[in-house]
């Protein structure tokens, strides 16, 4: 049965230490050479040479597609038209063409293949400015990466090939935020975006079982929901509660099935991170000085922006109902509580004064420290673990500074919090050890 | 052919129509357009990833009364149509400006859509992207006839705009 190898330097290593193993008789030459199949320690030298081609294919490629858009910048007028037309046309179809009968048809050659496939997607996007420029177009500067979002995406289906889908990802970041960030605020005249990539990038992730993508796409989807909710603060703490949401129940209802699993551990983090970071500054009394009723932020909210924003959160909600249903008893308590942060970042200032908030907050944040507590011990991981201390410490520290407190009541604080965190994480680390006794 | 080979294909094919699609309306209103000549006061940026470019700013970009509905704020690029006539010296001048398609457009007009950007309306012909080796002789026109630059654009029925020539004094500068 073949396992998944682990990492070249371990594999390295493993290979500088069988000979000394063997000459002092700790392995047999049979054990010794078993070994080296079983981790392919042979074949170290060629993996390296793979990677360091797939490295160099990879740079080339970016420098000659930055190479052909800086072309863009040197008008080459005394050509005409149709043949510039025809020239970046052709460049684009042959470095797609042969990257794919070198990689699909031939695969005599899969990675350059594939590199000059992706060199096809980069070098039509700067075709995108080449043909602007030729008819003397120019829109709004961030229109274009979505449409060469869109044409990466489309490539990346078409192949499998998860560098080009990463592309799109990016692009489409770009796309969203150079087009409502306005003076470090969004705006919400992108409120269809976020349901555009999850339509356009989560089936890949499906398909490719990619942990890059998953990663990449839930970054976008967090800072672009900023731009679904209207809202007067600085900080659109909705659009973050929303994304907790989304994001958790999405995580738990991964978790049932065997070929999804790869996404809940890392949708988990997101939501848990969102969620907190929404109530952490709501849990601050001067994030609420500007509160207005309900009926004045649905009137100066637009239609389509409401209609977004409830497709969103049924999407959201649907999800997390149907996540309740079968999970463990701690990932149910998250889901709650993440639930009723949602509820409580996006209603709460419409009925409760500033100070109530803020308090709710607190509180709010106080039960998610203590879920992480509770997680880091039953699932015996340092990470949770650490997030819960680092969560703690954040919270007292910042309600320390935010209230009029003396030097000494800081100071005290201060240092309860440094005695708190060795003491914490010693007996953490002695429970773990604990455990791990234990299991053996 | 494979099935994987022809949903690459079709993902191509989609790339060369977003390519095609990005000139799209320059290239109908070239083809089917109506020629007119409007006046224009330049202003000549470096801009480094699409190189040299003149910003074209035309007397039409300025309107002085927009029809619009009843209280309705116009909100940044938003769509507004623009009626043309022609005055002296067969340049086009705005005779009025519309939130809508204009219901009745006389035989001797024209209507150009554009987008209205706070103080002013951009048509998509506000760019001419100058060679870098005619920069310096495209500046030193312009810095002497910043009074006296006329472009001549064609206008379909759809109101889309392609920019054709640029006349800096006696000097023309094709598209």
């Known amino acids: ?440 | 052919m494979n099935k994987k080979a022809i949903w690459f294909v079709l993902a191509v094919l989609l790339q060369t129509l977003i390519l095609i699609l990005v000139p799209a309306r320059q290239v109908h209103a070239r083809l089917t357009g109506k020629e007119i000549t409007v006046k224009t006061a330049p202003v000549d940026p470096y801009d480094f990833l699409s190189g040299y470019h003149v910003i074209l700013s035309y007397d039409i970009s300025r309107l002085p009364v927009i029809e619009r509905e009843p209280s309705e704020e116009k909100p940044r690029l938003s769509t507004v149509y623009v009626v043309l006539r022609q005055d002296v010296d067969n340049i086009w001048v705005v005779d009025s400006a519309h939130n809508r398609w204009p219901d009745e457009v006389g035989a001797d007009k024209i209507v150009i859509k554009g987008r209205y950007d706070r103080w002013r309306v951009l048509y998509g012909i506000e760019h001419y992207f100058v060679p870098e080796g005619k920069r310096s002789s495209i500046e030193h026109d312009l810095r002497n006839n910043r009074s006296d630059t006329c472009a001549d654009i064609k206008v379909d029925r759809f109101g889309n705009a392609a920019l054709i020539r640029l006349r800096i004094g006696d000097t023309v500068y094709e598209y």
């Open chain 1, 1 to 440: 049965m073949s396992a998944k190898l682990p990492s070249a330097r371990f594999r390295r290593q493993l290979k500088e230490q069988l000979p000394i193993l063997e000459s002092e008789g700790l392995l047999s030459p049979q054990q010794t050479q078993s070994l080296t199949g079983r981790y392919r320690l042979d074949a170290l030298s060629a993996e390296a040479t793979h990677f360091l081609l797939m490295a160099i294919y990879i740079i080339s490629s970016v420098l000659i597609a930055i190479g052909v858009i800086s072309f863009v910048a040197a008008h080459w007028r005394d050509i005409p038209a149709n043949i510039k037309l025809a020239a970046i046309f052709g460049i684009m179809l042959a470095a797609h063409g042969t990257g794919f009968y070198l990689w699909q048809i031939r695969q005599s050659h899969p990675r350059l293949g594939h590199t000059l496939v992706l060199l096809g997607t980069l070098i039509f996007g700067a075709n995108i400015g080449l043909v602007a420029q030729i008819f003397h177009i120019r829109g709004n500067p961030f229109d274009m990466f979505l449409a060469w979002s869109i044409g990466a995406i489309a490539v990346g289906y078409a192949v499998r090939s998860v560098p080009n889908a990463a592309a799109a990802v990016i692009l489409a970041g770009i796309y969203a935020v150079g087009n409502t960030i306005d003076n470090f605020r969004f705006s919400s005249e992108l409120s269809w975006f976020p349901l555009l990539a999850i339509a356009l990038f989560v089936p890949f992730i499906y398909v490719s079982r990619s942990k890059v993508l998953l990663w990449l796409t839930l970054l976008l989807l967090t800072i672009t929901m900023h731009g679904v909710i209207n809202d007067e603060r600085e900080w659109a703490l909705q659009g973050f509660a929303l994304s907790g949401l989304l994001f958790f129940s999405w995580g738990t209802v991964s978790q049932n099935f065997e070929s999804t699993r790869f996404i809940s551990s890392t949708a988990w983090a997101f939501g848990v991170t969102v969620a907190s970071i929404s109530t952490y500054f709501c849990s601050f009394k001067l994030m609420h000085h500007n509160e207005s009723g309900f009926d004045s932020w649905l009137q100066s909210s637009s239609t389509t922006t409401l209609c977004w924003m409830g497709m969103l959160s049924v999407l959201a909600v649907s999800l997390w109902v149907v996540s309740l249903i079968r999970c463990d008893r701690l990932i149910r308590l998250f889901g709650i509580l993440i639930a009723i942060i949602f509820a409580a970042v996006v209603s709460l200032r419409w009925f409760m004064p500033a100070y109530a908030i803020a308090f709710t907050a607190n509180v709010l944040l106080l039960l998610m420290i203590v879920l992480l507590f509770s997680a880091s011990f039953t699932y015996e991981d340092r990470r949770i673990f650490w997030a819960a201390v680092a969560l703690a410490i954040l919270l007292i520290v910042s309600r320390t500074l935010e209230y009029e407190t003396g030097l000494m009541v800081k100071a005290a604080v201060f240092v309860a919090c440094g005695v708190g965190l060795m003491v914490g994480g010693v007996l953490f680390e002695r429970f773990l050890k604990s455990r791990r006794t234990l299991h053996e």
